[in-house]
């Protein structure tokens, strides 16, 4: 074991990538249909314990949608509970009956995040590319009201809803939830592919951007806003994940560990899968995890850069997807030598004619 | 925000508890992240059961800890403020 790398803190357990929602800007994978494969439940219950030995004190249950898997779900949420690790579950709440949440909540789950699309019906539905939102907002005031589990109101921002980022809020009011994420779209998976149609403009951003920093004063101590930049429009790139390998692992649903969700993009490097070798050797000794961990694998401007360790130079995945090479400076840098790449997709933002393609099995491109 | 009175009562809110880990090491684990407490923020913490007023969590503090010369009241306030910021806390009085 490497003395002087320290253990992981939080697991992101990827539990299926099913969903009934169809949303463009979704950050999974394009190829959803490689990870039909998915772990079962013993093999899961193994990997809490595997976290839990590792030093890992937080796990999050997400996907796709993981209420898909509900038995499966609430299995796995006691058994987090045994380990004394706190569970997070990110749903968009589709599926989230008081029955559900009874047994969930019987068996330790700490919190849940539940996303909406938007804080109007049919705009959700319109967005998520199906009917689903009279259940959602049910299903969130329902969990808001018990009082016995704390829950988050989630919304990505993109193009086609940041301009109501103040009815979300207002809706995060009226419910008295405590915490709410608003969340610009980050650019993976099906968002890159959309992106032309899903990333907002600098306008729209930078009134967020000042809507959002009001609306934080006006309610603190009432309600925190978790705010998630759109880093395209910022000088300074995301200190992703804190770090390649520092303090995130997630487990994909056919077991593959990757240092970030959006990993499995860097088609240069081989992920090594939980069903054979253990959360520890992987993290310690896997040649992905130590590929981009601390410093020393940097190339310029980030080698000599003092912000070197304030942002780890950024985002890996991102450097991958729009420069081919894991191991440069983040686009999205005002520094890097390839802003210009990033430029670009901002200029072309909106003036597409193109209309988003729905995040589906069917809609996956050919490999 | 109204400031915080020393016969307020403090109580964890849902999804708010305290994790020591095997090391001896204090965390606060809250919705989808944790905060390594020090061995006085931790004992604030554990002060906080839903009974006892900020008074009493000041005097149990004082007990613990040989704080000859420190403002233990302060260290108490301002700890609560910033989990009240966060809505970590919430208050009954």
Same mark, same amino acid.
């Given at each position: ?94 599926? /989230? ?15 849940? +995040?539940?996303?909406? +699309? ?16 009279? @259940? ?20 990505? /921002? ?76 910022? @000088? ?104 210009? /790449? ?6 072309? @933002? ?18 | ?93």
């Amino acid at each position: 074991m490497n003395a002087r790398v320290a253990h992981p803190l939080s697991l992101l357990a990827e539990i299926t990538y099913r969903c009934n929602l169809q949303c463009a800007y979704c950050y999974n994978p394009l190829d959803l249909s490689s990870y039909r494969d998915e772990m079962r439940t013993d093999e899961w219950l193994r990997v809490i314990g595997e976290a839990a030995a590792l030093g890992i004190v937080q796990i999050h249950f997400s996907g796709g949608e993981p209420t898909l898997r509900a038995d499966d779900l609430v299995a796995m949420v006691a058994a987090a509970r045994v380990h004394g690790l706190y569970s997070n579950l990110i749903t968009q709440g589709t599926f /989230l009956s008081d029955a559900l949440l009874d047994r969930l909540v019987e068996s330790g789950l700490d919190h849940a +995040q539940i996303s909406v +699309q938007s804080a109007d019906a049919g705009a959700g539905d319109l967005i998520a590319g199906a009917t689903v939102h009279a @259940a959602k907002f049910d299903a969130l005031a329902r969990a808001a009201a018990r009082g016995d589990l704390a829950v988050t109101l989630n919304c990505v /921002l993109h193009r086609a809803n940041i301009d109501d980022a103040e009815g979300i809020i207002a809706l995060a009011e009226r419910l008295g939830i405590r915490r709410l994420e608003l969340a610009n779209a980050q650019m993976y998976g099906w968002a890159h592919r959309n992106r032309a149609t899903v990333l907002a403009s600098r306008e729209q951003v930078a009134r967020t951007d000042a809507l959002v920093a009001r609306a934080q004063e006006r309610l603190r101590g009432k309600l925190d806003i978790v705010y998630v930049r759109a880093d395209y429009y910022d @000088a300074f790139p995301k200190p992703c994940m804190n770090g390649w390998g520092r303090q995130f692992m997630t487990v994909a649903p056919n077991g593959r560990a990757l240092p970030c969700p959006a990993a499995a993009a860097i088609s240069s490097l081989r992920f090594e899968n939980v069903r054979e070798g253990t959360l520890e050797e992987i993290w310690y000794r896997s040649a992905a995890f130590s590929a981009y961990r601390g410093t020393a694998w940097m190339t310029e401007p980030c080698r000599s850069c003092e912000r070197r360790d304030v942002d780890f130079g950024g985002c890996r995945c991102q450097a991958f997807l729009l420069a081919g090479d894991a191991a440069l400076t983040d686009p999205a840098c005002s520094l890097s030598p390839h802003r210009d /790449l990033v430029d670009a997709i901002i200029d072309h @933002a909106g003036i597409s004619t193109r209309v988003s393609v729905a995040r589906n099995a069917r809609n996956e491109p050919p490999a | 925000m109204k400031p915080i009175d020393p016969s307020s009562v403090p109580r964890l809110l849902p999804g708010v508890r305290l994790r020591t880990l095997a090391g001896g090491e204090t965390m606060l684990l809250v919705p989808e992240g944790a905060v390594k407490l020090s061995a006085t923020s931790a004992a604030v913490v554990e002060s906080i059961d839903g009974k006892r007023d900020i008074a009493g969590i000041v005097a149990r503090m004082n007990e613990r800890f040989d704080a000859a010369g420190a403002d233990l009241a302060a260290d108490v306030s301002s700890l609560l403020e910033e989990f009240a910021q966060r809505v970590w806390i919430g208050f009954d009085s």
